[in-house]
């Protein structure tokens, strides 16, 4: 096919829809492309049969020059009806130079060949943004990382109906100036993740003037075509993240635990973004607007290749999502996410400022910060968050908690940690257990957790099979599942409030005690056993305890050796390597909990190291700082082997003293057989050590 072509006519006009600026006579460049077939007035050089350039380009003027059309796209379609009849297609630009800032000119191109009866939607219509001249930090090299560089940036995109050019334009350049990637590709599809809300298809080029020397520049394009649904992948995965970012989060409207998982699912769940880790949860009073409810707040860490701006649009879509409402300033909300760290980037937006400027007096999120237990320096003041922390004064500290999300009803009920001990009490439905004889009928059962509860337990821990050493496995999961399913809906249903535990290592038991009613896994497994139980507590949210264990029951006195002999310290590694793993799948810190399994895989003088080092494993300067510890003592042969009682169902009174032993040493959850004689010693030893208790 052949062309007929008129390139950058300079008209006069004005947009009626524009600024008032672009209001006034300004000019544009008008291109036209007519498709027609010169063989005819080749082969006979007839001026007849020739196209007449000069007609054309008066007629354009006639229809543009002094007059205001609507926008540029009632401009297009203008000059495309005023072209010659007869002709098969037309392709018109309407170029406005200068008509967004910092561009060299923005326009749109209008392919048609239909009549103007037809509305603009059916339209092939291109928009355009040249040569956009902007200032950024990108590249590898260090000085590359010190000082902005030019990049040009070239828009293309199609819409179905007229984009704010101008609008995005602006954003564009916010979110380019603002960032801070490596490679151009992040950047270019950072742009692009930008025009899809605006655009059905689209292509970026982003030119480096300087990249190479005798070379008028370097770069790249892309092009995406989004109603192309096969070519799109439903998540596009990245092995390499360009930024970290450190987002902080609350919530102080029930269902407060709710609302923070949902927020956090739909942050791992952006294209190109992952959570990597994640704080410890607090509850904090209200600042400013006091009247409120108390809040839970954590701080979670991503990696991503979003813009700071891009990101900051996610996250208000999140909250959208979620359901927040913003009555008032710093009034309730049922979800608050805010960027503090991008990098060690110090920038200031309209809409952004980078470190967040309230970081270093709000005590409940530098305390997430430290349980970060990263190399973080605050870009501005130079110093960690933890010695920010230190230097603040804090009236109402924030206080650690463990939340319940499920089957509870009303109100989510929430552990304090530190304020008191917390008792678990064990209900063993195995034939085999290997203190006494498990309970095995339905309704015994349910009398004895029921019992357990109005004897002041705070959550009663349930298991089908015999964990001690030498004990065999049931034929099958679903075994398991068949013993403990009806039991915990059974319990339920005639009104057990506290919350439910149930005792497995394999994660397809867990999955189906969870949905039955269970709230917290007891994985006796460590997560090695069988490592899907960890994957079901990312997926199911409940908090997951991971308890310290070598081999199967049947093994597990094969593998008592340490490195070094030191028992702690091989206890706290192992923990801390299956912790890592569950972070990395996505189980949130505050739903730790661990066990340093006392009589599995170790002694007698091995337990009893590890009593009197509790505190060692989770101290400050331990991989496990801050975690909550469960210990179960409770009839352990070597309380027989010192007290000379062999029959552990009498082991009672050694059991108590080692569970104050535990509780004087860091425990914060001990489990036990005898709950009403275990609360009672947890309360006095809670009074004794925990001196800000009030009894």
């Known amino acids: ?46 001026l007849t049969l020739s196209i007449d350039y000069y007609h054309i380009a008066q007629t354009i003027i006639k229809t543009c020059d002094g007059k205001i059309f609507q926008d540029i796209f009632t401009m297009a379609n203008a000059v495309a009806d005023a072209c010659p009849d007869g002709l098969t297609a037309k392709s018109v630009i309407v170029e406005q130079p200068r008509g967004s800032y910092r561009a060299s000119s923005v326009g749109i191109q209008m392919k048609k060949n239909l009549p103007t009866t037809i509305c603009k ?21 260090p000085e590359e990382r010190i000082e902005k560089q030019i990049v040009i940036v070239n828009l293309n995109f199609n819409s179905s109906s007229l984009p704010n050019i101008h609008g995005i334009t602006l954003e564009v350049s916010e979110m380019v100036e603002s960032s801070n990637f490596q490679t151009v590709e992040a950047l270019a599809l950072n742009i692009g993740q930008l025009l899809k809300a605006y655009c059905h298809k689209y292509t970026v080029r982003i030119m480096k003037p300087h990249a190479v020397e005798f070379a008028e520049g370097a770069g790249l394009e892309i092009s995406r075509d989004l109603t192309t649904k096969k070519s799109l992948p439903t998540r596009l995965v990245s092995s390499v993240y360009s930024h970290t970012v450190y987002i902080a989060f ?190 095995t009928d339905m309704y015994e059962a349910l009398n004895m957790a029921l019992e357990m509860e109005s004897e002041g ?17 049931l034929e099958s999961d679903e075994a398991e599942i068949d013993l403990l399913v009806p039991l915990i809906k059974l319990v339920r249903a005639h009104g057990l409030s506290v919350p439910i535990s149930v005792d497995v290592y394999k994660g397809s038991v867990a999955a189906a005690a969870v949905e039955a009613g269970a709230n917290l896994i007891n994985d006796v497994g460590m997560g090695v056993r069988d490592s899907e139980i960890i994957q079901v507590a990312a997926k199911v949210g409940v908090p997951i305890c991971f308890m310290h264990t070598r081999g199967s029951p049947c093994q597990m ?68 700082g801050g975690f909550p510890l469960l210990v179960g003592p409770s009839r352990k042969k070597f309380i027989g082997d010192i007290t000379g009682v062999d ?9 108590i003293a080692a569970a104050v032993a535990a509780i004087s040493t860091g425990a914060d959850i001990i489990r036990v057989h005898k709950v009403e004689e275990n609360v009672h010693a947890a309360k006095f030893s809670d009074a004794f050590w925990r001196r800000n208790v009030e009894n």
């Open 647 to 655: 029959l552990p169902a009498n082991r009672g009174s050694g059991s």
């Open 250 to 439: 609350g919530s102080n409207i029930e269902p407060r635990i709710s609302f923070i998982t949902q927020a956090l699912r739909k942050i791992n769940g952006l294209l190109e973004t992952r959570i990597v880790n994640s704080s410890f949860l607090y509850e904090s009073a209200p600042m400013f607007h006091t009247e409120q409810a108390r809040f839970y707040n954590g701080v979670v860490k991503i990696e991503t290749n979003f813009s700071p701006a891009l990101l900051l649009t996610k996250l208000r879509e999140i909250e959208k999502d979620i359901g927040r409402v913003k009555n008032f300033r710093n009034g309730p909300r049922s979800i608050d996410l805010d960027i503090l760290f991008y990098d060690d980037l110090v920038s200031t937006t309209d809409n952004l400022t980078i470190p967040h400027s309230g970081i270093q007096d709000r005590e409940f999120v530098l305390q997430p910060l430290v349980d970060l237990k990263d190399d973080l320096i605050h870009p501005i003041y130079q110093v960690s968050p933890k010695v920010l922390l230190e230097r603040l004064e804090v009236a109402q500290p924030s206080q650690k908690v463990l939340p319940f999300d499920l089957h509870l009803g009303g109100e989510n009920p929430f552990w304090i940690w530190k304020t008191k001990t917390f008792v678990m009490g064990i209900l063993n439905i195995s034939s085999k257990s290997f203190s006494e004889p498990g309970i």
């Open 457 to 473: 337990a705070d959550i009663i821990d349930i298991g089908a099979v015999s964990r001690c050493p030498g004990s065999k496995e």
């Open 121 to 141: 939607q059916t339209l092939e219509c291109s928009y355009f943004v040249n040569n956009l001249q902007l200032s950024t930090i990108i590249g590898v090299n």
């Open 1 to 46: 096919m052949d062309k007929i072509l008129i390139d950058k006519l300079c008209i006069r006009s004005s947009l009626s829809a524009a600024t008032v600026q672009c209001r006034q006579v300004q000019p544009f460049l008008i291109s036209v492309s007519i498709f027609t077939d010169c063989t005819a007035s080749g082969k006979s050089d007839d």
């Open 557 to 624: 006195h094969e593998y008592k050796e340490y490195k070094g002999n030191d028992v702690v310290d091989g206890v706290t590694t192992e923990l801390a390597e299956v912790v890592e793993k569950a972070l990395a799948a996505g189980v949130f810190r505050w739903n730790i909990i661990l066990d340093p399994g006392i009589g599995f895989a170790k002694g007698g003088e091995q337990n009893m190291d590890i009593l009197r080092n509790l505190s060692k494993i989770v101290d400050d300067d331990s991989p496990l």
